[in-house]
């Protein structure tokens, strides 16, 4: 069980770096492109691996509720399809109402 623990804890702190690097890329980063792209990938992945955590947890400490990881699977799987599709036709409309990308020439705002 000891390692079970430490798999769970390396996967939700893995989750949780995801999270906090997509965070720093959404304040730090110059344009809403790059944001939304930094946010789009960070938060996929690090939503993804804390559910996997979650589940490798479950599949080891409850394992007297057959449905749940099911459902944490169909939870990651719907992560890993909405997320990047979501973040994409949030940047194709940004484009099409003319939103202008940052050119290394401009000032930071």
């Given at each position: 069980?000891?390692?079970?623990?430490?798999?769970?804890?390396?996967?939700?702190?893995?989750?949780?770096?995801?999270?906090?690097?997509?965070?720093?890329?959404?304040?730090?980063?110059?344009?809403?492109?790059?944001?939304?792209?930094?946010?789009?990938?960070?938060?996929?992945?690090?939503?993804?691996?804390?559910?996997?955590?979650?589940?490798?947890?479950?599949?080891?400490?409850?394992?007297?509720?057959?449905?749940?990881?099911?459902?944490?699977?169909?939870?990651?799987?719907?992560?890993f399809?909405?997320?990047p599709?979501?973040?994409?036709?949030?940047?194709?409309?940004?484009y099409?109402?003319?939103?202008?990308?940052?050119?290394?020439?401009?000032?930071?705002?």
């Open positions: 069980m000891l390692l079970v623990n430490i798999i769970v804890a390396l996967l939700l702190a893995g989750g949780v770096f995801f999270l906090l690097v997509g965070s720093i890329g959404l304040l730090r980063l110059p344009d809403f492109y790059t944001r939304l792209h930094a946010t789009g990938k960070c938060d996929t992945l690090g939503g993804g691996l804390i559910i996997f955590g979650l589940l490798f947890y479950h599949l080891f400490h409850y394992s007297h509720h057959p449905l749940v990881p099911v459902r944490l699977l169909f939870l990651i799987f719907f992560i399809i909405a997320n599709a979501a973040t994409h036709a949030i940047m194709k409309a940004a099409r109402t003319g939103v202008k990308p940052w050119t290394s020439g401009e000032e930071r705002r």
